[in-house]
């Protein structure tokens, strides 16, 4: 049964309903291309799809429209895959449940893929209708946008004429993004040394940070939110009481600023009555200190159960190596523009933590629009693992998109968007990554702009999309496309 079924505009709300029903998380994309393929396919489109799913679609130009220059439309067809602890539900065999709260639609405990669902289906409704007026259009659905932007990188760019590209990313109403941050991952391998619990030590407890808000790793991460990894690792070094760790994790996407972490513990009881006192006044510090930012932070020891013998945990070495990674490897803006005052220049996010093939793997996701303090940041990261004693694998990931004084397209989309609402726009460029930096350094004289409708909380799972601002966005799309001539 149709949920979206009665918002306006019902065919971008049918396409994203259809979106959301199949799943299409990162590296998972192929039920959903091959559902749009056959989409446009029916539609008697010209369709390209390639062997990482990336989508090519051409639609002629309307009457009286037949010598204008191509218009490309870019959006991603994947999505992050995030969901709360509580929630049972699987991304690679569930369609979303979707809920409509007031002007918000959005996904019961998980994340709702908006980003980039709304923009792929925006221009799905371009595509099927046949009364707006257009140049020729050649949209461009690209997969792993959210895990690397792989699918931009390996498309066929021969196959396009277009200039001039509309990217439907943004989430911001009213704001015209015409520059964005290039990125690097960061992958710090630090080998695990093992040994057996103490004599006596026979009580195993989970220490569980949770309850931030965490999200985008890049549009969100000047925000001053938690990220649980960080609050992990400064809990640990601030214990006094004796412990060891047996298991650690926390955070599932390196883009995503991470909401709940953990470490299994291995103590003695005595121990763990004196470790219950100080974990009371460790979470009264940060709920204080993130009273604003994240005011549901939780700092709690679960799972409490004996141990009958010893158990596996980590040496000394590695104990301490793995709390000072955490400890140490930074979180948050590095630098500031000086050019565009409050826009993060460089920045960091420790996403990811866990467990793998006897390392733990901590990973880091590094934006910067200067390419040379991208690769300082990384390099920093990479000799404080190296010092640990860790192994460090550094992507330098994708370019930036570095802002244009001329641009003929902002400048139809700003005279366009003052004329329909009667207010002038705001043009900025976003420390996000966005594929336009991709398509910028593959096809040389592109001319293009980035927008979209209101997307809140992006990567966790309060993400929600504004109904009426989708619509109003989709009016603004077909009027820029009639006076693109």
């Known amino acids: 049964m ?89 991304f690679k065999t569930q369609g979303l449940n979707l809920l409509i709260d007031g002007d918000f639609v959005k996904a019961d405990g998980t994340t709702l893929g908006a980003d980039n669902g709304i923009g792929t289906a925006m221009i799905m409704a371009v595509l099927a209708d046949k009364t707006i007026k257009h140049p020729p259009i050649e949209a461009v659905l690209t997969t792993v946008e959210e895990a690397g932007m792989d699918g931009a990188k390996g498309l066929d760019i021969n196959l396009l004429e277009g200039r001039r590209m509309i990217n439907l990313d943004s989430s911001e109403d009213g704001i015209f993004c015409s520059g964005c941050a290039g990125g690097g991952k960061v992958t710090v391998k630090l080998p695990i040394k093992s040994t057996t619990s103490a004599e006596g030590a026979n009580t195993s407890v989970t220490l569980f940070v949770s309850g931030l808000k965490g999200g985008h790793s890049g549009a969100d991460v000047h925000l001053e939110r938690g990220n649980s990894n960080k609050i992990l690792g400064q809990v640990l070094h601030s214990l006094t009481s004796p412990f060891e760790i047996a298991e650690i994790g926390g955070g599932s996407k390196d883009n995503a600023i991470p909401r709940e972490a953990w470490a299994n513990l291995i103590v ?7 470790l219950w006192v100080e974990l009371e006044h460790i979470e009264a510090t940060y709920k204080a200190e ?140 976003i420390h996000a990554g966005l594929e336009c930096g991709i398509f910028d350094s593959r096809l040389p004289g592109l001319d293009m702009i980035s927008f979209g409708p209101d997307i809140f909380d992006l990567h966790t799972p309060d993400e929600r999309v504004s109904i009426s601002s989708v619509a109003k966005n989709q009016q603004f799309l077909v009027a820029v496309l009639e006076a693109l001539k």
């Open 2 to 90: 149709s949920v979206l079924k009665d918002l306006q505009p019902t065919d971008v709300f049918g396409y994203f309903e259809m979106i959301c029903g199949i799943p299409h998380g990162s590296k998972d994309e192929k039920a959903l291309s091959d559902a749009i393929k056959a989409w446009a396919e029916n539609l008697g489109l010209w369709v390209h799809q390639d062997d990482v799913f990336n989508l090519i679609i051409k639609k002629p130009a309307s009457e009286g429209f037949e010598g204008a220059k191509p218009v490309i439309l870019q959006a991603h067809i994947d999505m992050v895959c995030e969901k709360n602890a509580n929630v049972d539900f699987d």
């Open 268 to 274: 003695t009881k005595s121990c763990l009555d004196l």
């Open 290 to 429: 993130l009273a604003t930012s994240d005011p549901d932070v939780s700092i709690k020891f679960i799972n409490v159960r004996q141990v009958e013998e010893a158990v596996p945990v980590f040496s000394k070495q590695t104990h301490d190596a793995v709390i000072d990674l955490l400890l140490l490897i930074p979180f948050g803006p590095a630098h500031y523009s000086v050019d565009l005052p409050g826009l993060v220049e460089t920045s960091n996010n420790l996403g990811v933590v866990t467990v793998k093939d006897d390392f733990v793997v901590i990973t880091c996701a590094v934006r910067s629009s200067v390419e040379s303090r991208k690769k300082s940041l990384c390099a920093r990261i990479e000799r404080l693992g190296q010092l640990m004693g860790a192994e460090c694998i550094v992507s330098d990931g994708y370019p930036g998109w570095a802002y244009n004084p001329v641009s003929p397209i902002r400048e139809t989309f700003k005279r366009v968007w003052e004329g329909q609402f009667g207010t002038p726009p705001k043009v900025m460029a």
